[in-house]
């Protein structure tokens, strides 16, 4: 059975094995052709997405980012005890409790070559579970609006985990 395929292919004077690399380099070039559409066909909305972030859009949809190179220790501690709501993996949204914010040394004697914002810290409070891991979430908060932070989780008490984000 073989032989006779091999035959046929023969017959129309073309071997197995370019049959075989044709077909291959074709599926290869078809297999490209759509890749390269659907990442067009996705480039205009990553650039609404990249365009609505740099304008300051919210994460969780409307509104405008709060500026953390602008933001103070300050704006922080007036925001003690309130919640800030973290979209996480699986739009699972988390509650975390602001529990701190506080000034963190400089080091003194070096220079600084431009002004740039005092550093802090917060340190927020959320559910034993479930446990987010280190990395920036989408946070929104009833009066600072949205805002993208770092969080790191930092400890373990009896009402939660910690998570502290620093800016510096």
């Known amino acids: 059975m073989r032989a006779d395929r091999e035959r046929k292919g023969k017959g129309m004077g073309l071997s197995r094995d370019i049959v075989r690399r044709e077909f291959l380099t074709q599926s290869w070039e078809i297999g490209w052709a759509g890749v390269i559409v659907l990442a067009a066909a996705q480039w205009p909305v990553r650039i609404l997405h990249a365009a609505q972030r740099g304008i300051g859009a919210s994460c969780f949809g409307g509104g405008r980012t709060l500026m953390l190179d602008k933001v103070t220790v300050s704006v922080f501690a ?42 802090f810290s917060i340190l927020l409070r959320g559910p034993l579970e479930p446990i987010l891991p280190q990395r920036i979430y989408a946070l929104e908060h009833a009066s600072l609006g949205p805002l993208e932070l770092f969080l790191v989780p930092v400890g373990r008490d009896a009402k939660g985990i910690c998570y502290e984000a620093v800016f510096n």
């Open 78 to 119: 007036e925001a003690l005890g309130s919640a800030f709501r973290v979209r996480a993996e699986f739009n699972r949204i988390v509650d975390l409790e602001l529990v701190e914010a506080k000034a963190l040394a400089t080091r003194s004697g070096a220079p600084i070559a431009v002004p740039r914002q005092e550093p």
